[in-house]
């Protein structure tokens, strides 16, 4: 069992998000953008942020430096529609592996964050 922040800003695909990683067996926290996830950092320990990248008020790229500055042994996964986001950002040491594209399929989700929590 893992301790996951999930920042994601569409509420319907927070939701079912939650729900799966909490079936998986995983302990959740989710925020509705990335300055409520930080601000989550600064009480909570956690194991993986499982951030969308294009969010209000702070994207998950900026989540992701935060959380690392934090706690440097974090894992870090994206998902997103817009995948050559992250991609573009490498000199930021997130290994495009770590980007699931929209759309998925909930249990691809689970898969990814299994392997990403293994690495």
């Avoid at 969308?52 to 706690?71: F, N, T, W």
């Amino acid at each position: 069992m893992a301790n996951i922040l999930l920042a994601e800003d569409d509420e319907n695909m927070r939701f079912y998000l939650h729900r799966a990683l909490e079936a998986a067996g995983h302990r959740v926290i989710s925020a509705e953008n990335g300055a409520i996830a930080e601000e989550m950092l600064i009480c909570n320990r956690f194991d993986l942020v499982l951030s969308d990248v294009v969010m209000p008020e702070k994207d998950g790229i900026e989540l992701a430096r935060s959380a690392k500055q934090r706690h440097p042994e974090i894992k870090i996964m994206f998902i997103t529609g817009f995948s050559g986001v992250v991609l573009g950002n490498q000199e930021d040491g997130f290994d495009p592996s770590m980007v699931l594209s929209k759309p998925f399929h909930l249990k691809d989700l689970v898969e990814q964050v299994e392997r990403v929590l293994l690495e």
